[in-house]
Nanobody, 126 residues
Framework: QLQLVESGGGLVQPGGSLTLSCAAS????????IGWFRQAPGKEREGVACIGSSLGDPSYADIVKGRFTVFRDRTKGTVYVQMNNLQPEDTAVYYCAGDITLDRCTVSTAGAYDYWGQGTEVTVSS
């Protein structure tokens, strides 16, 4: 059973940066499409970025385009999302999700992913 683990969350000032990691103990994520989603208090979960296993370019929600970059380290079998110019509205619990059957990743359909991590909290505040 694939268990995803996110790390790298924390407190950052507005305008700051964080890089979140998504890994799976004993597994490589190289063959999985990985999506990054977030859920802020009182709000619905939303997709922010994703990367396919081999097909297509990474995809981003408009709200983070130009600020977030999702990438893989195939030597480690992990996936990252670098988040720049963070703003208070980016405060949320961030989740990575994975699926081995997707040809292309999606940020709009959380249900497309079979595996989810427990989340890592990101707080943007001065």
């Amino acid at each position: 059973q694939l268990q995803l683990v996110e790390s790298g969350g924390g407190l950052v000032q507005p305008g700051g940066s964080l890089t979140l990691s998504c890994a799976a103990s004993g597994f490589t994520l190289n063959y999985y499409a990985i999506g990054w989603f977030r859920q802020a208090p009182g709000k619905e979960r939303e997709g922010v970025a994703c990367i396919g296993s081999s097909l297509g370019d990474p995809s981003y929600a408009d709200i983070v385009k130009g600020r977030f970059t999702v990438f893989r380290d195939r030597t480690k079998g992990t996936v990252y999302v670098q988040m720049n110019n963070l703003q208070p509205e980016d405060t949320a619990v961030y989740y990575c999700a994975g699926d081995i059957t997707l040809d292309r990743c999606t940020v709009s359909t959380a249900g497309a992913y079979d595996y989810w991590g427990q989340g890592t909290e990101v707080t943007v505040s001065s």
